[in-house]
Antibody, heavy 130, light 113 residues
Framework: EVQLVESGGGWVQPGGSLRLSCAAS????????MNWVRQVPGKGLEWLSY????????YYADSVKGRFTISRDNAKNSLFLQMNSLRAEDTAVYYC???????????????????????WGQGALVTVSS | DIVMTQSPLSLSVTPGEPASISCRSS???????????VDWYLQKPGQSPQLLIY???NRAPGVPDRFSGSGSGTDFTLKISRVEAEDVGLYYC??????????FGQGTKVEIK
């Protein structure tokens, strides 16, 4: 069974730092891309960051670029998000999510580009407040 | 960035009746060979989101066949043929092109009457 378990959330003052971890199990972690997605309480979903299976390709949303750093340790089946210079508006539940970027259509034989977040963790609450 | 706009933002449905959610993208999500890069997710109360539909119309493993996705280009629809009590929650569409940022719609809250 695929499991993603986030940890490291909590309360931090504005300007502070926090490091989230996501422990993966039930699948070959090193084969999959991973992401962080957040949800402000009572609001919608915001994709934040992507890392390829090898760690060689990384993307960030503009809202966190330069402040957040995604990384992974394939030997430890773990994903991380280092969050610096935190602001009140970063208060949210942070989800790690596994993704796939290609779909093989067996009926046509095509490999089709398709980004999808196929498994999500339960989330970690980060509260930024003075 | 591609903007995804959902409607309605809330929906109250009688069990056994159909429901439909619309999602419009600010740019075409149609790829070559006719595939549309839109995913649908459901977030049940107190849970994390789960993938329902990918490539516009493909159900994710384990998703009941009462859920279906359709549409092309910039206009997409998620339909529930007969709503059940377990279908309550927030439904999100997401543009799934290869290039980030991957953006979600605002969410549609589905409730049972």
């Amino acid at each position: 069974e695929v499991q993603l378990v986030e940890s490291g959330g909590g309360w931090v003052q504005p300007g502070g730092s926090l490091r989230l971890s996501c422990a993966a199990s039930g699948f070959t972690f090193s084969h999959y891309e991973m992401n962080w997605v957040r949800q402000v309480p009572g609001k919608g979903l915001e994709w934040l960051s992507y890392i390829s299976n090898s760690g060689g390709t990384i993307y960030y949303a503009d809202s966190v670029k330069g402040r957040f750093t995604i990384s992974r340790d394939n030997a430890k089946n773990s994903l991380f998000l280092q969050m610096n210079s935190l602001r009140a508006e970063d208060t949210a539940v942070y989800y790690c999510a596994r993704s796939s970027s290609t779909y093989y259509d067996i009926s046509t034989g095509y490999y089709v580009p398709n980004f999808r977040l196929d498994f999500w963790g339960q989330g970690a609450l980060v509260t930024v407040s003075s | 960035d591609i903007v995804m706009t959902q409607s309605p933002l809330s929906l109250s449905v009688t069990p056994g009746e159909p429901a439909s959610i619309s999602c419009r993208s600010s740019q075409s999500l149609l790829q070559s060979h006719g595939y549309n890069s839109v995913d649908w997710y459901l977030q049940k109360p107190g849970q994390s989101p789960q993938l329902l539909i990918y490539l516009g119309s493909n159900r994710a493993p384990g998703v009941p066949d009462r859920f279906s996705g359709s549409g092309s280009g910039t206009d997409f629809t998620l339909k529930i043929s007969r709503v059940e009590a377990e279908d309550v929650g927030l439904y999100y569409c997401m543009q799934a092109l290869q290039t980030p940022p991957w953006t979600f719609g605002q969410g549609t809250k589905v409730e049972i009457k």
